[in-house]
């Protein structure tokens, strides 16, 4: 099973931008769909984006789309979520997790990591 580690995250003004990495400490990702959730204050943990395996589909949550785009280099064991024209309300924790061979929006207990966090401020 493959096992996440993320790490970009900071504070950041509005209007700015972010690149968060997700790390695999262990396993390949190209056989893997890897999703980016994230926990906002207070909030229910939601997904924001997922990219398919074998660099696949990609999809977004609503909000971010136009703004956040999800990539991979299979080479690096890397996934990235680029994250611009930040706004208070994408403040929270990151988390990247495996999902499966397709995007389902339900993360495999055990693959994320720590989190990052991201704090969209003035």
């Known amino acids: 099973q493959v096992q996440l580690v993320e790490s970009g995250g900071g504070l950041v003004q509005p209007g700015g931008s972010l690149r968060l990495s997700c790390a695999a400490s262990?396993?390949?990702?190209?056989?893997?769909?890897i999703g980016w959730f994230r926990q906002p204050p207070g909030k229910e943990r939601e997904v924001v984006s997922c990219i398919d395996s074998n660099d696949g589909p990609t999809n977004y949550l609503d909000s971010v789309k136009g703004r956040f785009t999800i990539s991979i280099d299979n080479a690096k064991r890397l996934v990235y979520l680029q994250m611009n024209d930040l706004k208070p309300e994408d403040t929270g924790t990151y988390y990247c997790a495996a999902e499966g061979r397709r995007c389902s929006g339900y993360p495999i207990i055990g693959t994320w990591g720590q989190g990052t966090q991201v704090t969209v401020s003035s």
């Open positions: 262990r396993g390949d990702l190209e056989h893997w769909a």
